[in-house]
């Protein structure tokens, strides 16, 4: 905790459990000690990847103020698990009745005569929560299972990257599941597809089939009118001779 003149500030890390794809926040408490009105501001060095709200305001005397901190989704692990991005939040004393529409940048401004109180923050991954594993046989009674991980939560480097990593491959290991679900998908449409084409062509042929019998049987029978009538035609003609 920052035992400044106007502002107590907890925590002075903001810790961030670091997991792949997934917006994490954190929050500071300002608690103002004094009877004035207090001013404050948020900066950080690295401003597109954390989004502060609010990141000016006022606190009122004897009051307090949430301030949260959230690092956007990252799609890649941070090479190296020692964060180096920092904050610092500036705090001035105003006139009383002050809202945050009378906050300036002129307000902050050391330069300018005015009094400004400065804490640096500094940004630290810890491990995410992990769900409960069943007890190995043998193991004392209140022994902590990750030994990787110091007694302040901060994580080793070696325990960070392989949690990384084997995130990342769970990651992977879960889109080529959706990818090869898909196919399968789409395989069992086309060939559902392929049986309906299948038994709609075997109907047609039968149809075919039946007209082309129908049709054959007419020409024979006309034939047979046809001969008829020539038999008709000659032996009237032979009487005529």
Same mark, same amino acid.
């Given at each position: 905790?920052?035992?400044?003149?106007?502002?107590?500030?907890?925590?002075? &890390?903001?810790?961030?459990?670091? &997991?792949?794809?997934?917006?994490?926040?954190?929050?500071?408490?300002?608690?103002?000690?004094?009877?004035?009105?207090?001013?404050?501001?948020?900066?950080?060095?690295?401003?597109?990847?954390?989004?502060?709200?609010?990141?000016?305001?006022?606190?009122? !005397?004897?009051? $307090?103020?949430?301030? @949260?901190? $959230?690092?956007?989704?990252?799609?890649?692990?941070? !090479?190296?698990?020692?964060?180096?991005? =920092?904050?610092?939040?500036?705090?001035?004393?105003?006139?009383?009745?002050? $809202?945050? =529409?009378? @906050?300036?940048?002129?307000?902050?401004?050391?330069?300018?005569?005015?009094?400004?109180? &400065?804490?640096?923050?500094?940004?630290?991954?810890?491990?995410?929560?992990?769900?409960?594993?069943?007890?190995?046989?043998?193991?004392?009674?209140?022994?902590?299972?990750?030994?990787?991980?110091?007694?302040?939560?901060?994580?080793?480097?070696?325990?960070?990257?392989?949690?990384?990593?084997?995130?990342? &491959?769970?990651?992977?290991?879960?889109?080529? %599941? %959706?990818?090869?679900?898909?196919?399968?998908? =789409?395989?069992?449409?086309?060939?559902?597809?392929? @049986?309906?084409?299948?038994?709609?062509?075997?109907?047609?042929?039968?149809?075919?089939?039946?007209?082309?019998?129908?049709?054959?049987?007419?020409?024979?029978?006309?034939?047979?009118?046809?001969?008829?009538?020539?038999? @008709?035609?000659?032996?009237?003609?032979?009487?005529?001779?």
């Amino acid at each position: 905790m920052s035992t400044g003149d106007l502002l107590s500030i907890e925590p002075l &890390e903001l810790k961030f459990p670091f &997991e792949l794809r997934k917006q994490i926040s954190c929050s500071l408490l300002l608690s103002n000690k004094t009877d004035n009105y207090v001013a404050f501001k948020v900066k950080t060095t690295n401003p597109k990847k954390y989004c502060v709200r609010p990141n000016t305001g006022i606190v009122l !005397p004897r009051s $307090t103020c949430d301030v @949260i901190v $959230t690092m956007q989704a990252q799609k890649e692990a941070p !090479p190296d698990p020692q964060c180096k991005d =920092k904050f610092l939040l500036q705090s001035v004393k105003v006139n009383d009745g002050a $809202t945050v =529409k009378d @906050i300036t940048a002129e307000m902050f401004n050391k330069e300018a005569g005015h009094v400004v109180e &400065e804490c640096k923050l500094r940004v630290v991954y810890v491990s995410p929560p992990q769900p409960p594993s069943p007890v190995p046989e043998g193991s004392e009674e209140g022994s902590s299972p990750r030994g990787s991980v110091s007694d302040n939560g901060h994580v080793n480097a070696a325990e960070f990257a392989n949690a990384a990593r084997a995130f990342s &491959e769970q990651l992977e290991s879960q889109d080529k %599941s %959706s990818e090869a679900r898909a196919l399968i998908s =789409k395989l069992t449409e086309e060939k559902n597809n392929a @049986i309906q084409q299948n038994n709609k062509l075997r109907q047609e042929l039968e149809l075919l089939r039946r007209q082309g019998s129908k049709s054959s049987g007419g020409v024979s029978f006309m034939f047979v009118i046809f001969v008829g009538l020539l038999g @008709i035609i000659m032996g009237y003609l032979m009487k005529k001779s």
